[in-house]
């Protein structure tokens, strides 16, 4: 089947420019403060085709066009050309300077798409000394989605939407107020509206931040004129709207209604437990990442609205475990990245760029995907140039005077200048991400540079950062001197990227993460880490404390999606302000759903341990729980869990070697899989996943 | 004044585009080769302003866009805004997709322009430890040109035209061929269309090619349904087009008229003597120049239509001689260069990227335009990175496989791979552009630097190609030997560029230049440099019967602008043809021009001798003429020459230590400046221009 092409990442680069410009702030529009980029103007596509007999081909562009047969430029922009039977090449030029040039030929057996097509945006012919035409462009696989049909053009492209009621409403002083019951996000929209005059809708994630004219984040002031809105609203997130009508001659609605937008998903993870609290916390978290995943996963859905490295890791390790929307995973990588000269760390955060380069890797561990990790490989390689460039004489990466360096929101006091370990363990990984990609490429002499390059920096975290007193990685490098604050941020994320000894990870849980003397972390974003590294040492029962009071006291405090930041010792209006503003939080942020992925690959326990789930493992873990059930969405299929305390039932519905590790006091039984006994309590079940559906029934 | 600005180099990156893609191959549209670049897509404009009282501002933009006054965002997209009086600060952030984003601003004392005024497309905003917010963004002048009025914004420019008829039209088979009289350059549209059909329109710089339906190089096939044609044709270069209807339904017209388009100019230069055919060399080099002087310097006005960098240069410096339109001048150098990164030579061409360098360090000289160099030298320093990036060990230019090694077009044998001479001078003549440049903007290091490497370089190709014993500079290195091919190319350039010794030039001109041995050139394109370098040996003589019988042969074969190339051996329809194709030859060429510029800065003899004509000579000679006379534009005014064999006169009207030069066998006389016998019959005058018009008068 053809579908549309383009050059691969320029739809995103469009799109996100779109995207990031929907912000606003107060009602003026608020662009990113990095470089954005543009799609190439023009594109060649080509293929060579071998037709057996004469077909035709119908040719759609988004651009102006031309068409070459074997070489041999065509008349105007044709729309159907008869190719006739042999061997032929086919290329086509598209320009168009407004939306990505793009492409769609459809003929019996010719199809526009990522199979034997090629794009480039530079053909670079030449002429030789004899008059000969040479090419000499590099040529790639072309982008493509989801367009099929030839009417659907990409440039079309918009999420899908469906009409709302607020569930209540209610006269305010002059105006009313709207509470679509929950936090939701799209368009409103006036019913019956009538006569002239203006009208201000002030939305609230909250009823104070929309009663709160003159502080609320987002606004709209749009006149009427016998009931025809001057424009309509563009999307905004809200749960709570209030609506005045002013300067008025005969204005009058009958209420107002929404679009809610939204990103279709084909299937979904699941969780369900005995406690009730914890399902909630789950279905709240996947209405977050619901609400947050749109053409590209996005950080909080009011304010913010932009893409955001950081935030986006977590974005798509959550989906992994509820929608596995892999495209909107490269989506995003892709836009993320932009395109070349790289002029700032992505996001201008310097962990934010190495936060890219792990996500791939990451993403290449849950699919395979090897055309992406093709596609991809010369940006990472043009941005671990500039992160490189940027490293001190020991090569390790220090703030320049502008980078920005993030690590979190913190109260405590913490200094984030000179060379953080934080950073140098961050940088170590997205060095091991390039050596790995640069293997899926065949770039063997780049593998090895960056394998080198990740085993030297690790020594020297080790050697300058590890305190052996101390047990615990220190802060930072500042003029010179040690900084030997400790946070928990270098040495969990040392947990998790697997750089510490078995000795060293128990020294750092009971010297730092677990130590109450060191500042606890305030934002849901680095709780994420710090209980997946928590997760990693077995602490089970302690994190699902910890989930049912921090997400669980968010609930309490009527969250219907998760927030920004929560510090549990805050009440009330408190809650709302941040950044200095009353209303600055974000209380539907993408980071906050973490309690998805905690459950799936550490309580349900499924996680691959070879690319694209050739390999998987599956750890069920109760955490205190009674029992626990869900499922776990693959590339190849779905993996369904079961455990209680007496059994564990496994279903999975695709090919893969899975491996169910649990302990049992007393001999277990299997029926389904291979029981091994690994020693001790510690038992293993070996199954072959098939794709009709493979059941394992352990008892113990 | 305020006026419109934006990102400097960016109204030409999206203009070239619009340019160089209006090329059409028969009926295809037929885009450029190599990477075409955008705008940035979002830009800031700031300035800061200290206010006596307040002021109200307009504010329009071409694109979404916000305002922050003092740091703070106002609602909306504000038309006005009500300024306090004090010292504030205005930003402006300006979104645009489709054109590039622009901004004016406009109150009693702030005017958006280049003076107060900063652009960048990033502003890199990050947070500190503390919360506060900083921004490391890189701050430039903003673009602008010519666009003084709110409604004349940037992206609706376009070149003035106006309705001219056919000086003839006769009945040809089917159609009707209308004769515009010479070369010209539109779009042709009929008068009293009737009727239902098709129209065929056949353009021909020649009747041959109009009336060859089949091969004549652009046409327009046009379905017309009652009296209105599906569209307007796009403008095309032609002097005859053939007109047939068919598939017609009562179709008819009476004539064929055209809007003749054409960039305006506000002065020029001039030149007349006692020679009629040389005066009408000149005139038809100067409407030749006219019609490729359009957005940007064109090469051909029929097929290529697109920038080169090769054919630009001499442009600018036939420009120089007539119009002195230097914002021309600048949009072509910006739009040549494009954006980083750099894939590929400008243009592909490896010379053409060294011309690129050439033609600022010339621009400077005849502008002292020093904001423009500060402007281009970060991108003359990334384009430059790359070209050395490319050299050998040596630090010499060999041609990668990608890359396209010019020189010109030969009808000899010539090798073109390996290590050229002619590639290595322009190369050095490349690095002392970029030397000068550097010392422009205040980079000593990197000044030092090419200033080395063009000195090593000099010193590497007269050890290597010189041979003393042919006294000449030889053709190439070729798998590592030399190839003792002898051609005019290095040789002229090595003399122009300055690059040989007063012996070894004397050697060239005789065992090169003047050697009937030695192969001829048979493009203007080369002829330029050969006649200029002949020029600088002083055999003007030699050179006046050159342009008589080059030029003067084309006007013989009816030429009414001048060519690509000329054989004057060739005659008829064989000099139609080119590439290959019956009409593949431009009739119409840039570098056909070139008496323009000879005759101005060798016969009159005016040039500058610094930046900006601060300082310049007049070396008048008459080359076997018996009267000489003309004008010269330069920034400060014109400077007006008048030369027979008894007297010399001089007019300027302009600022500028002026001297003239020239030889006499008598004792001269001067009135209205210093006379110096410098030695022999050689002598000088030395005199100061004046706004008001210095007038010197000499008798010899």
């Keep these: 089947m053809a579908q549309w092409i383009w050059y691969p990442g320029d739809f995103e680069v469009w799109l996100g420019n779109i995207f990031n410009n929907r912000r606003t702030e107060r009602g003026a529009m608020f662009p990113p403060f990095w470089k954005q980029d543009s799609h190439w103007v023009t594109v060649e596509f080509s293929t060579k085709v071998c037709l057996e007999k004469p077909e035709k081909i119908t040719i759609a562009a988004e651009g102006r066009y031309n068409f070459a047969l074997d070489g041999r430029l065509q008349f105007g922009m044709p729309k159907t050309y008869d190719i006739p039977a042999g061997e032929h090449s086919l290329n086509f030029k598209v320009w168009n300077q407004v939306t990505p040039p793009a492409l769609y030929v459809e003929g019996d057996t010719i199809h526009s798409g990522p199979d034997g097509w090629l794009a480039t945006y530079e053909d670079k012919i030449w002429i030789d000394e004899n008059g000969v035409a040479h090419g000499s462009g590099i040529y790639v696989t072309p982008g493509y989605w989801k ?9 079309c492209f918009h ?3 469906e ?5 209540s409403s209610e006269t305010v002083g002059d105006g009313r107020l709207f509470d679509f019951g929950k936090e939701t996000f799209g368009r409103v929209f006036p019913v019956l509206l009538e006569g002239s005059g203006m009208i201000g809708i002030y939305y609230g994630e909250s009823r104070e931040e929309a009663l709160d004219k003159e502080h609320c984040e987002t606004l709209d002031l749009i006149s009427c004129n016998n ?20 300067n008025g001659n005969g204005i009058r609605y009958e209420r107002f209604d929404m679009y809610y937008e939204y990103a279709p998903q084909s299937r979904s993870g699941s969780f369900r437990c005995n406690d009730e609290e914890v399902n909630r916390i789950y279905d709240v978290s996947a209405y977050t990442l619901d609400l947050t995943t749109r053409e590209f996963f996005m950080d909080g859905i009011k304010r913010d609205r932009w893409t955001w490295s950081g935030d986006a890791i977590q974005s798509y390790q959550m989906n992994y475990y509820l929608h596995f929307d892999s495209d909107c995973v490269k989506r995003t990588i892709r836009q993320l990245r932009g395109k070349d000269p790289v002029t700032a760390h992505v996001n201008t955060i310097m962990d934010y760029s190495f936060y890219w380069f792990i996500s791939i890797s990451d993403y290449y561990l849950y699919t395979a995907d090897t055309a992406f990790i093709h596609e991809i490989y010369p940006r990472m390689q043009t941005l671990m140039d500039y992160c490189l460039g940027r490293t001190n004489d020991e090569g390790m990466a220090e703030g320049k005077p502008d980078d920005w360096i993030f690590v979190d929101w913190v ?3 913490m200094h984030k200048r000179g060379i953080l370990c934080f950073e140098q363990i961050l940088l170590c990984k997205a060095l091991e991400a390039m050596a790995l990609c640069a293997d899926i490429c065949g770039d063997h002499r780049s593998q090895e540079r960056y394998m080198r390059l990740a085993d030297q920096l690790l020594r020297r975290i080790k050697d300058i950062f590890w305190d052996e007193k101390l047990k615990a990685l220190l802060h930072s490098i500042e003029d010179g001197s040690l900084n030997t604050q400790i946070t928990k941020f270098p040495n969990m994320m040392a947990i998790i990227y697997d750089f510490l000894s078995p000795k060293e990870r128990i020294d750092v849980l009971h010297g730092v993460m677990l130590n109450p003397e060191v500042e606890p972390i305030t934002t849901p974003y680095m709780r994420y880490y710090e209980l997946e590294a928590l997760c990693i040492m ?3 029962d302690y994190v699902m404390e910890e989930i049912k009071a921090y997400w669980g006291g968010m609930l309490k405090e009527g969250a219907t999606s998760f927030w920004e930041k929560y510090v549990p010792t805050e009440h009330g209006t408190e809650l709302l302000a941040m950044y200095g503003r009353p209303y600055g939080k974000s209380l539907c942020h993408a980071w906050g759903a973490s309690p998805l992925y905690l459950l ?13 789930y050739t390999e998987f493992e599956i750890c069920p873990v109760l955490g205190g729980l009674k029992w626990i059930e869900g499922s776990v969405p693959t590339p190849n299929g779905d993996i369904h869990v079961y455990a209680d305390n007496k059994v564990i039932n496994v279903n999975v519905n695709g090919k893969g070697n899975g491996i169910i590790y649990f302990t049992s006091y007393t001999t277990p039984t299997c029926d389904g899989g291979v029981l091994e006994h690994l020693h001790d309590n510690h038992y293993a079940v070996r199954f072959e996943g098939t794709a009709a559906s493979a059941a394992i029934r352990i008892s113990y």
Tied chains: 1, 2.
Excluded: W
């Design 163 to 167: 009409e709302r009621q607020a569930v």
């Design 600 to 612: 799936g690959k550490y309580f349900l326990g499924v996680r691959p341990t070879k690319p694209g």
């Design 411 to 413: 109260d405590f006091p």
């Design 227 to 246: 009931g025809i809105m001057e424009y309509m609203p563009d999307t905004k997130a809200f749960r709570y709207i209030y609506v005045e009508c002013f």
């Design 159 to 161: 999420l899908e939407h």
């Design 538 to 540: 077995g602490k089970h």
């Design 147 to 155: 367009f099929h049909n030839i009417d659907y053009r990409p440039s």
